[in-house]
């Protein structure tokens, strides 16, 4: 999901459609098409993409698929976290349907035997995370803007992030999932969350590329031909990099109180004011929300994507009574007062036996 709600066209369909497909050369192309809304995604748009991926994957004159967002502002970013509130306050059960099947969706894309590329520009936030992250080709541009924001809506990083967060170098992920700050083309490639960074000017080379593609028997190889001529795998001075050594320390204190409180007492000039800054960020996050992503990344790191998605909906199952999301979403999307009242309040008043509880009676 996500903490940020805030074109490209196949010809003969109407605009109001919120998925679009078509086929050149071999391609198969899925745009989201919801521009005014970031391509946030809803379960019908869920169903279409699922529909979709899987007559393809039937289709044996479709050797890839192209996976993007309308206009310029998003790739996805994310689920649309009103409809799933709005499920849950008039007691449905859309919001519940929602997660299991956008999360079968992500296992797809994780599992789909055609190569898939997705070009991740501007928001990649949440759910548009777990759409990018399971694909082959992962594509950034200047214009990207990564993360998993769920913790500042008092939710916890899904869509599979307990499996790649986790798996990005040292601590890097952790930090990225309890902070939920997001990240540029230079910190993608560097975290191993993105494969390729090509200049967004070039967008419309890139598909002129790939309609001219001569196929061989390796499709996943003649994309990448395509790209290594319009894209680069590193940029220079990522900023993490600088920060990894007090990332890794920080990130891997025990618990959320320990690394809030000793991200205070920094006072080497180099990294004073990032550690005071995210302390500060952290303090307004939902202490549940973080308490419980770090135990959640913690346990992925050692357990199969499958697992992982597993137990996320084990969470998910417990969370809208349990947890702060319905408090996160009221306060920043439907009343937008900005004053959520987090329960706990504070990080001190944490108990990791209530933490706990949230993994109880799931086997990994």
Known sequence: ?????VSAQS?????????????????GHITLNRPQGLNAIDLDMVRQLQDQLEAWARDEKVYAVVLRGAGDKAF????????????????????????????????????????????????????GMGLAQGVDLRVVTERSRLAMPEVAIGYF?????????????????????????????????????????????????LDRQ??????????????QGVLAKLAVQQLPEPPLEK??????HFFALPDIPSIIEQLLQ??????????????????????LAMAVTLELLRRGRHLPL?????????????????????????????????????????????????VASFFSGHEA
Not at 11 to 27: M, Y
Not at 78 to 84: F, N, Q
Not at 87 to 104: I, M, N, P, R, V
Not at 270 to 284: G, I, P, Q, Y
Request: aromatic share 8%; hydrophobic share 40%.
């Open 306 to 354: 499958e697992t992982c998605f597993d137990l996320e909906l084990h969470l998910d199952r417990q969370w809208f009574e349990r947890g702060d999301l319905i408090e996160g979403v009221r306060a920043l999307i439907v009343d937008k007062d900005k004053k959520p009242q987090w329960n706990p309040s504070s990080v001190q008043s944490l108990e990791g036996e209530h």
């Open 11 to 27: 010809s003969g369909q109407p605009a109001c459609d919120t998925v679009l497909s078509e086929v050149r050369n071999h391609i």
């Open 210 to 223: 790939l309609d001219l593609l001569k196929w061989s028997l390796t499709p996943l190889k003649d994309l």
């Open 243 to 248: 920060l990894r050594p007090a990332i890794d």
């Open 76 to 127: 996805c970013a994310g689920g649309d976290i009103r409809s799933i509130y709005d499920s849950f306050k008039g007691g449905h059960t859309e919001h519940l349907d929602f997660f299991a099947e956008e999360y079968a969706l992500d296992l797809t894309l994780h599992h789909y035997r055609k190569p898939v590329m997705a070009l991740m520009d501007g928001f990649v936030l949440g759910g």
């Open 1 to 5: 999901m996500t903490a940020q709600v």
């Open 157 to 205: 990083p899904d869509v599979g992030g307990s499996y790649f967060l986790p798996r990005v170098p040292g601590e890097l992920g952790i930090y990225l999932g309890v902070t939920g700050v997001q990240i540029q083309a230079a910190d993608a490639l560097y975290c191993g969350l993105a494969d390729w960074c090509i200049d967004s000017a070039r967008l419309d080379e």
């Open 266 to 287: 920094v006072n080497v000039i180099d990294s004073h004011r990032w550690a005071v800054d995210t302390a500060n960020l952290m303090n307004t996050r939902s202490p």
